[in-house]
């Protein structure tokens, strides 16, 4: 199981009213009206603590004529607690949350309404800011000078600049006024 998966699961068990939800729901299929009136909650506090426990994959959903009928899902509650807890990789995992979340701040403090607002000094972070470029460009496609200065400016005004850092870390290569990504054989 992946660990988001599992976190998900975990995060969906810790609060009393699901608990009681899924307790009901494990005595017996019922539905959402059924389910509020016996554990005493409103309808769509029901409702919604079932679309959580969906989600997280705890309980199911079956049309019965007019109703949906809710049922526990055999499948997740058959697991041990050592399989939801047990992860081949979950170093790589933090190490991937935490460089998410780096590079989301990165993206706050220097982009605005999908513009940047200047080019950060530090190179990680203008990495950061290139690869937002990069994502202009298709990776099998060769673009004139024009081309990639009108991408550019869609983000950035100084289409100079930020053409030149594309070329000098490496990322764009060029050619005769002909630019690419390097990953792409000319």
């Given at each position: 199981?992946?660990?988001?998966?599992?976190?998900?699961?975990?995060?969906?068990?810790?609060?009393?009213?699901r608990l009681q939800v899924l307790n009901a729901?494990?005595?017996?299929?019922?539905?959402?009206?059924?389910?509020?009136?016996?554990?005493?909650?409103?309808?769509?506090?029901?409702?919604?603590?079932?679309?959580?426990?969906?989600?997280?994959?705890?309980?199911?959903?079956?049309?019965?004529?007019?109703y949906i009928i809710y049922q526990v899902n055999?499948?997740?509650?058959?697991?041990?607690?050592?399989?939801?807890?047990?992860?081949?990789?979950?170093?790589?995992?933090?190490?991937?949350?935490?460089?998410?979340?780096y590079r989301q701040k990165v993206l706050k403090?220097?982009?605005?309404?999908?513009?940047?607002?200047?080019?950060?000094?530090?190179?990680?972070?203008?990495?950061?800011?290139?690869?937002?470029?990069?994502?202009?460009?298709?990776?099998?496609?060769?673009?004139?000078?024009?081309?990639?200065?009108?991408?550019?400016?869609?983000?950035?005004?100084?289409?100079?600049?930020?053409?030149?850092?594309?070329?000098?870390?490496?990322?764009?290569?060029?050619?005769?006024?002909?630019?690419?990504?390097?990953?792409?054989?000319?």
């Amino acid at each position: 199981m992946e660990i988001s998966k599992s976190i998900e699961i975990m995060k969906s068990l810790a609060d009393t009213s699901r608990l009681q939800v899924l307790n009901a729901v494990l005595q017996k299929p019922q539905y959402v009206e059924e389910l509020a009136h016996r554990i005493n909650l409103a309808v769509s506090t029901v409702s919604f603590h079932l679309k959580k426990l969906e989600k997280a994959g705890l309980v199911c959903k079956k049309k019965d004529q007019y109703y949906i009928i809710y049922q526990v899902n055999d499948e997740i509650f058959n697991l041990t607690l050592r399989e939801l807890t047990s992860f081949d990789n979950i170093e790589k995992f933090v190490q991937d949350e935490r460089v998410e979340k780096y590079r989301q701040k990165v993206l706050k403090n220097f982009m605005q309404n999908k513009r940047l607002t200047k080019l950060p000094v530090q190179r990680k972070k203008k990495l950061i800011i290139l690869d937002e470029f990069v994502k202009k460009f298709s990776s099998n496609k060769t673009y004139t000078e024009n081309e990639v200065d009108s991408l550019i400016n869609e983000t950035y005004g100084d289409h100079c600049t930020i053409r030149r850092l594309l070329i000098e870390e490496g990322i764009m290569q060029r050619e005769n006024q002909i630019y690419w990504l390097k990953e792409m054989e000319k």
